[in-house]
């Protein structure tokens, strides 16, 4: 037991050398002993449930229907400005708040493959996509005469260019990737393989679901077309919290989007006939913004502003790296890429009774994920979860699963 | 000014002998003198404010990932059954809470529309249906190489069954009504209107927004095909809250949705391959759905229970009849209704400076909203209106309009 012992010790020396090691106490932290699924639904920030009761009581209470001409109308894209700014590399004016993540890929998704070229009819994706993109697009396929052709994955879970390029060709309508894969954690390479889809002149819609406040995005500097992504998983949202699309200018009233609703059109209080796309990103909105629910987001965004997406990275890579030691020390293969280069912010091993061994954790207060058919799949989130979260983790998924340590 | 005093007593008598007097003080009840736009966006309970908080912190910050298993997965489908039986007469198993009421009817209409046969080519509508109804239909016509087919509106903003039956006839792929009118809250007569459109073989999708919470609905009874709503205006949702879908039983795997994301699919945790539909009302849902945000909705919901729709109809009629009652003492013009069983939850007078007399009453703390081109439009939230305010609001637009009795 003496290395489980040491690796203990390493977490506290690594917490007590943590920069943002003092964030965690402005998380809500239950009576759990290891949240491990942080990439999945995160923790609330304290502050987040005042902010609720402060906007119900003021914002919404005092203000009423004048909420909408003081602040609201504005709020779907000032608020995806500032993700924009803090988050995404992402100029102001190409980044709206709303919908969920499956209905803003829809609109975005339709929009790029209705204006692409009858000759171009393949929607190229990941064979292991995250469920919904793949459901999403067979729809979209289905709807607009196209195919979808896959790009398989490597063993790492992941897409490199070289397996994107071969994919990628005159026939492709669309290119649909996750910047961080649901499963394996696998970072792709967007910038590069943005550009050899645009010299083979198809547009790249990037899903930031696992990425968006784990991994330093950077939209503009890609070159990327399109983008979604939720708000539930680091951003502190809340469950079920509205999501975030990205359209780069140069698209704006070239695309159409297929959900014309009131938010979306020119001047929408004067409820004109006749549907007008708004200017600029605007036009890809559809109904009226869900306010109410962006509030625990825009108390997220305030620490990210504070903090800073590279200081969150180091971070997180401290944290896989630590997980995959933890799990190298375990003898547990591991299903996430080792080259912290190519990691994002969770970490997933394989173990053969992986679904009985979470809902072991579970019973015992460490709440990782389990991922068909043998991955259990541990989140860090970077500003909640501490080194000797992990370790204490582990340490009861040492017992559960009786492994002793390898070496 | 006798005959206004005499009003206002009359007011006071009105509440002294409402049953529903006691609700109003269940709400935030901020500083302004008469708010009149609770048909727009309702005032919060002043429990919601704590049912967030509590949210935050306990069903979120210490179930976390468990919430989904334990409850939020059932969400969508076990709230929109509690609307369906307190306030749409709806069996269980045919309403959903989630997305905006434009993505909910663009889904059902897009459903409705791509199953009619080609000879059907026409989608029905009023031509002074809320804004967001006709740029949404407008777009499903143009993907689906449909016209739209324009519904006359008489003087009263409504639509009568003789003229819907004018429209309606064996070209019809869908018609798509509001049950009361935005503008001038004209109160359809559905179940006619329903019979008449399936007696030449076409579906209505009823857009329940301006009628949910302060009219009984009774989709069974009327033998509705489709609905949709919103929730932030009478139901007390909060500004973007979740909006509903109903889909009447016997549409249920005929009808197909075109936003096919993961919650929509048959054991959409399996992240299997291949988007299957979810069977029952299930397959008409599309992302994560919106969890916090229904907070609100929830809490609302409780006290509409708790009173029953057919006291809050019976105080609404009174609310407006009041209005109407103050409107002609005033020598207003009505552009509503005057029969309260045409009559929804508001009313609308015309004034030629409508726009400014509507900013000038702003000003005055009274809050009711300007419709194009000459109507104000005095929203009566049943539950937490009273006659008094409605009194103090008409005594504040007689001062800013110049307006003296006329009797």
């Known amino acids: 037991m003496t290395d489980l012992d040491g690796l203990a010790d390493r977490a506290r ?17 239950g009576p759990e002993t ?3 699924d942080g990439n999945s639904l995160g923790r609330p920030l304290t502050v987040t449930a005042d902010a609720l009761a402060r906007f119900a009581r003021e914002d919404w209470g005092d203000r009423l229907i ?19 700014s803090v988050l995404l590399g992402a100029a102001p004016g190409q980044t709206i708040v709303g919908d969920s993540t499956s209905v803003l890929l829809y ?48 063993r790492a879970g992941g897409v490199p260019p070289e397996q994107a390029a071969a994919a990628i060709g005159p026939r492709t309508a669309l290119v649909v990737l996750s910047h961080v894969t649901y499963r394996s954690g696998y970072l792709a390479d967007a910038a590069p393989i943005t550009g050899l889809a645009h010299d083979a002149g198809a547009p790249v819609l990037w899903d930031l679901c696992h990425s968006v406040g784990s991994v330093p995005v950077d939209l503009d500097g890609w070159g990327a077309d399109l983008a979604v992504g939720c708000t539930y998983k680091y951003l502190g949202g809340g ?65 990210y502003a504070e903090v800073g997406i590279d200081a969150v990275r180091t971070k997180s890579v401290g944290l896989t790296a630590f997980a995959v030691e933890y799990a190298d020390a375990l003898g547990l293969e591991l299903a996430s890429p080792r080259d ?5 912010g969770h970490v997933t091993v394989r173990h053969p009774d992986a679904r009985a061994l979470v809902a072991a954790l579970w019973e ?26 992990v370790a204490a983790g582990f340490e009861v998924l040492s017992e559960v699963a009786g492994l002793r340590p390898t070496s």
């Open 13 to 29: 020396e690594l917490d007590a050398t943590d920069p943002l090691a003092r964030c965690r106490d402005r998380f809500v932290l």
């Open 34 to 36: 290891a949240y491990l």
């Open 66 to 84: 004048r909420g909408w001409d003081e602040q609201w109308v504005a709020l779907p894209t000032e608020l995806g400005d500032r993700l924009g």
């Open 107 to 154: 609109k975005l998704a339709r929009a790029a493959v209705d204006a692409a070229p009858a000759e171009r009819d393949e929607i190229v994706l990941s064979d292991d996509d995250f469920p919904t993109d793949r459901y999403l697009l067979e729809g979209i396929a289905a709807e607009t005469g196209r195919t979808l052709r896959w790009i398989p994955t490597d």
């Open 239 to 303: 469950p079920g919290s509205p999501a975030f699309a990205y359209v780069a200018t140069r698209h704006h009233g070239v695309l159409r989007q297929p959900i014309q609703g009131w938010f979306g059109r020119h001047d929408p209080f004067a409820m004109a006939a006749g549907y007008e796309p708004a200017a600029g990103i605007r036009q890809f909105l559809s109904g009226t913004p869900p306010v109410l629910a962006t509030v625990p987001l825009q108390v997220g965004l305030d620490l």
């Open 340 to 344: 912290p280069d190519r990691r994002g």
């Open 364 to 389: 015992r207060g460490v709440i990782p994920d389990f991922r068909a058919p043998d991955g259990v799949r541990i989140g860090l989130s970077p500003l909640s979860t501490s080194f000797a979260e």
